[in-house]
C-alpha cells in the first residue's frame, strides 16, 4: 500500500530521522537529564539552607567547633580532618570508577570488575564515615542549656576560655524523677530520654563554681561568640533556662540553631542515600560484569552510565563539603 | 568502539596526557592539591582573608549598581570567596574529564550546564535576597524603612 507512506523528501538528510546529533545513546542522554534535574534538587536543598543561615547569620553554629571529631582520636579538637579523608575517598572511588569506564572501553573484563570492586569499597566507606559523622552529632559532646526563647546557652571556663561539658561542673541533686511511659498515662502520651543532668542540677553547679560564664549564640564583630559576665551568666540562666539539652536531633541542637541539625541530617541524609543506592547499583553492575553480560553484549555502556551516577554523587559532595563544613 | 577517543589536554592545552589513564590520574593529583589548600585555609582562616576587600558604596543609583556588581567583594569575605570559587574548578573538572563531558558535543555540553547553572543562580539569587531581607527586618527592630 503505497500510497499510505507520505514521501517527504527528507529521505537521508538531517530532518529525515536515524540521525544522532548529539552522538550519544538514548540511555546516556537520560542520565544526564536525570543528574541535571537530581542536581537542582540538591541546589533547592543547599539554597534552603543558604535561606535560613543569612536569616539567622548574626548567630549560626560556627562548622569547625561542631566537627571535630576524628575516630579513635579522643580528647582533641581536630577540625576537617575527618570530613578531609571522606572527601578524599569519595575523589579517589571517582577515580577507580572513570579507570573501570575506560577499562570497559577496551574491553577488558579483569580490570572492570577490580575497579568496580574497589569502587564499591570506597563507596562503603564513605557510607560508614557518614554514618559514624551522624552519631557524633546526635550524641554531642559538651551539653548545653536551651532557653525558653529556644536560644542555646554553652560554658565557658572563665579562668580558661575553654568550653565546659555540663559533666565538669552540674551538681547531681537526688530525685525521684522517672521517665513517663505510655503505658502509665491516662493519655497514652510518653516523654524522650531524660538528659544526664536536669536544669536545677546545672544552675547548682553554676552557683558553687565561681569560674563557669555562659556563651550566647550572637556573634560579635570578630565572628566569635559572645561571652557573658559571671553575673548576666546566672541571671540568664536561672531566669531564662528551660531545659538541658544534650546532642542534637530534629527538635534541638546544643550547638546552636535547630535548622543548622534539621539541614545537616536532611542535606547529608539525602547525599548518603545517593550514595547509598549508588553502591546498590553498582553492585548489581558488578555482578553483571563478573557474569559476562556486557562481554556478550560487546560494550560496557552500561558501567559508563552508572558511572555518570557515581561521579555526580562526587560532585555533589563537593558542594556540600563547601557550604557545610568550609564557608 | 571507535567511538572512545578521549581529548587528553587540560588547562587550556597547556598539559597533555599521553592516555586517558594517565590524565585520570593527574586530574586525581589536582584535585587533591585543590582540596588540600581548602582544609589548610579552613583550619588555619588566615586573618588577611577574613575581612572584605571592600566596604559598601554609599549614595545614590550607580553606588548601588555598584553594590550588585562588585557583591562577591562587598559581602564575602575574600576566604569564603576563594572556597566557592576552588569548588566551582573542582565540579568543572569532576564534570568534564570524569564524567567526559569534555568529550560530548557541545550541543549536549550546552544543555546540561546551561540548564543547571541558570536555574541554579537563579535560585540562590532569589533565596540567598530573601533570606537577607529577613535578617535585616529582625536586626532593625522589625523596620526595613523609617520613611
Not at chain 1, 144 to 150: C, E, I, N, P
Not at chain 1, 231 to 260: I, M, T
Not at chain 2, 97 to 117: G, I, K, N, Y
Request: charged share 15%; proline share 2%.
Amino acid at each position: 500500500m503505497s500510497s499510505t507512506l507520505a514521501s517527504t523528501g527528507t529521505e537521508g538528510k538531517t530532518w529525515g530521522g536515524g540521525s544522532a546529533p548529539l552522538k550519544a545513546s538514548y540511555g546516556k542522554m537520560m542520565m544526564w537529564f536525570f543528574i541535571v534535574s537530581d542536581a537542582l534538587t540538591f541546589s533547592g536543598f543547599l539554597a534552603a539552607y543558604g535561606f535560613s543561615r543569612f536569616k539567622y547569620i548574626g548567630s549560626w553554629p560556627i562548622a569547625d567547633e561542631v566537627f571535630t571529631h576524628v575516630p579513635f582520636v579522643h580528647g582533641q579538637e581536630l577540625p576537617m580532618i575527618y570530613v578531609a579523608f571522606m572527601t578524599f575517598v569519595l575523589i579517589m572511588s571517582s577515580v577507580t570508577m572513570v579507570l573501570a569506564v575506560d577499562a570497559g572501553h577496551h574491553m577488558k573484563k579483569t580490570k572492570v570488575t577490580w575497579y568496580l570492586f574497589l569502587t564499591i569499597i570506597g563507596g562503603l566507606i564513605f557510607v560508614g564515615s557518614q554514618a559514624w559523622e551522624w552519631a557524633t552529632f546526635i550524641k554531642g559532646d559538651y551539653g548545653a542549656v536551651q532557653t525558653k526563647g529556644g536560644q542555646i546557652l554553652q560554658f565557658v571556663d572563665a579562668e580558661t576560655g575553654h568550653r565546659l561539658a555540663l559533666k565538669d561542673f552540674a551538681t547531681p541533686i537526688e530525685s525521684e524523677r522517672v521517665q513517663h511511659l505510655a503505658k502509665n498515662g491516662i493519655w497514652f502520651e510518653s516523654e524522650g530520654s531524660h538528659t544526664t543532668f536536669n536544669l536545677q542540677e546545672v544552675i547548682a553547679g553554676m552557683e558553687t563554681h565561681s569560674n563557669v560564664i555562659v556563651r550566647t549564640q550572637t556573634l560579635n564583630a570578630q565572628g566569635e561568640k559572645t561571652l557573658l559576665s559571671r553575673d548576666a551568666s546566672l541571671q540568664q540562666v536561672r531566669n531564662y533556662g528551660r531545659q538541658v539539652v544534650e546532642g542534637a536531633n530534629l527538635k534541638v541542637n546544643e550547638y546552636g540553631s535547630p535548622l543548622f541539625a534539621d539541614f545537616f541530617f536532611f542535606i547529608t541524609g539525602f547525599h548518603g542515600f545517593h550514595v547509598f543506592s549508588g553502591v546498590v547499583i553498582n553492585i548489581i553492575i558488578f555482578f553483571n560484569v563478573i557474569l559476562g553480560t556486557y562481554e556478550r553484549r560487546k560494550n560496557y555502556e552500561m558501567v559508563e552510565k552508572v558511572g555518570l551516577y557515581w561521579h555526580f554523587v562526587d560532585l555533589v559532595w563537593v558542594f556540600v563539603f563547601t557550604f557545610f563544613y568550609l564557608v | 568502539m571507535g567511538a572512545h577517543e578521549h581529548k587528553l589536554a587540560i588547562f587550556r592545552g597547556l598539559i597533555k596526557f599521553k592516555s586517558n589513564t594517565q590524565k585520570i590520574w593527574g586530574v586525581l593529583v589536582f584535585l587533591t592539591i585543590v582540596t588540600a589548600v581548602e582544609v589548610v585555609l579552613g583550619i588555619y582562616k588566615p586573618a588577611v582573608l577574613m575581612t572584605a576587600l571592600l566596604s559598601p558604596f554609599d549614595g545614590g543609583f550607580g553606588a548601588t549598581t555598584a553594590n550588585v556588581f562588585l557583591s562577591p567583594f562587598i559581602f564575602l569575605k575574600p576566604l569564603n570567596l576563594i572556597f566557592i570559587l576552588l569548588t566551582l574548578v573542582k565540579a568543572y573538572y569532576i564534570t568534564w574529564d570524569f564524567m567526559h563531558m569534555r568529550d560530548e558535543t557541545q550541543a549536549l555540553r550546552r544543555m546540561v550546564v546551561w540548564t543547571a547553572v541558570f536555574l541554579v543562580a537563579y535560585l540562590i539569587f532569589i533565596l540567598l535576597q530573601e533570606g537577607g531581607y529577613i535578617e535585616s527586618i529582625y536586626s532593625s527592630g522589625y523596620i526595613k524603612r523609617g520613611f
